[in-house]
């Protein structure tokens, strides 16, 4: 029991020596530095998982998982045992403020990663969805940039078409305006093969061989651009099939998940806001403990430890001026004055 209060007390920064002198302290300092040590080693579970999910690789995550526990046990460590217990709550937060603003940027790193491990069942199906909709999107783009040249191909076959289909609609009505004329049942109402007859007989095989000449040249003209049709399309389809499904998975498309998935149910908002707070409370514990702690007997004794080497200190340099003094009395006078002024200014 007395190697893990050591072992605490070591985590908290304090003077064991110290420590000894005021039994009363024991329990707050051995507190003090369980909580840096747990806040570490927290700190290296949690960002164990985060590098893991980022990188895959189980001893890189722990070996820099294990780093930055340390850093975290050490920052806290000096943090907590440069605190100064002087009774000025006001000095004391501003001295915490940069490990407090420190602790909520670390959480929020820290928390992501362990959020996304909660939440994983609600987090797939969402997954599924926006690949679903990358896809979609994906598609769409794809379309829009191959299509205008297609449908360009497309027109103009139809174009070509229509031509055709609107001559065959004149050669048909002058066929059928010469037959009427032949069998009485339209034009002079006349049943004869008169002249009326063979104006009207010439000029459906006038329209009967413009007919022909357009049909050779527009299906000719059809046929080639059919060929680049079916060209374009066989690009179109192996363009298509380059086309990557890619799988959603990485830490980035899981937050994005697990962002809108919060903005779709308010319990997983509120739940993260929660799981986020926690790790702030985590991170932020060994300030607050130091923070909230009374002033005792061990800050009493540190401080008067503390001013003790400051006077011994002081007249340790106060001795070595005199000294120094002492032998300058045998100078010439210019060199004992210059002596002088230079020691009075160390004081």
């Known amino acids: 029991m007395n190697r893990i209060t050591s072992f605490f007390w070591i985590c908290s920064?304090?003077?064991?020596?110290?420590?000894?002198?005021?039994p009363t302290e024991s329990s707050k300092y051995a507190g003090i530095g369980a909580t840096i040590f747990f806040t570490g080693l927290f700190a290296a579970i949690a960002a164990g998982y985060a590098l893991f999910t980022v990188f895959d690789h189980l001893g890189l995550a722990t070996a820099f998982g294990l780093l930055w526990g340390l850093m975290i046990f050490n920052l806290d460590r000096y943090i907590v045992s440069s605190m100064r217990k002087e009774g000025r709550t006001k000095s004391e937060l501003l001295m915490a403020s940069p490990r407090l603003i420190l602790a909520i940027i670390i959480s929020i790193v820290i928390a992501k990663p362990l959020e996304?491990?909660?939440?994983?069942?609600?987090?797939?199906?969402?997954?599924?969805?926006?690949?679903?909709?990358?896809?979609?999107?994906?598609?769409?783009?794809?379309?829009?940039?191959?299509?205008?040249?297609?449908?360009?191909?497309?027109?103009?076959?139809?174009?070509?078409?229509?031509?055709?289909?609107?001559?065959?609609?004149?050669?048909?009505?002058?066929?059928?305006?010469?037959?009427?004329?032949?069998?009485?049942?339209?034009?002079s109402k006349k049943k004869n093969l008169g002249p009326i007859y063979k104006i009207k007989k010439a000029d459906a095989d006038a329209v009967e061989k413009e007919l022909q000449e357009?049909?050779?040249?527009?299906?000719?003209?059809?046929?080639?651009?059919?060929?680049?049709?079916?060209?374009?399309?066989?690009l179109i389809a192996g363009e298509y099939n380059l086309l990557e499904k890619k799988k959603m998975n990485g830490p980035a498309a899981r937050m994005e998940a697990l962002d809108r998935i919060s903005d779709k149910s308010s319990a997983i908002a509120w739940a993260n806001w929660f799981i986020m707070l926690l790790f702030i409370a985590i991170e932020i514990s060994p300030?607050?403990?130091k923070l909230m702690s009374p002033r005792g007997p061990y800050d009493n004794l540190l401080r008067q430890t503390e001013h003790e080497f400051k006077v011994q200190e002081l007249e340790s340099v106060t001795k070595q001026?005199?000294?120094?003094?002492?032998?300058?009395?045998?100078l010439p006078t210019h060199e004992k004055n210059f002596l002088s002024d230079k020691l009075d200014a160390s004081l």
């Open 287 to 289: 300030v607050l403990v």
């Open 214 to 234: 357009l049909s050779t040249r527009n299906n000719k003209r059809i046929n080639e651009l059919q060929d680049a049709v079916d060209r374009k399309d066989s």
């Open 13 to 22: 920064g304090a003077d064991r020596n110290l420590l000894q002198k005021c």
């Open 116 to 187: 996304l491990k909660i939440f994983e069942k609600e987090i797939e199906p969402e997954l599924v969805m926006m690949e679903q909709e990358t896809y979609a999107r994906q598609e769409k783009e794809f379309y829009a940039r191959v299509n205008p040249s297609r449908d360009s191909l497309g027109r103009q076959i139809d174009i070509l078409k229509k031509e055709i289909a609107l001559k065959v609609l004149e050669r048909n009505s002058r066929v059928r305006a010469a037959q009427e004329e032949a069998d009485g049942t339209g034009g």
């Open 321 to 330: 001026n005199a000294e120094a003094k002492e032998k300058a009395s045998t």
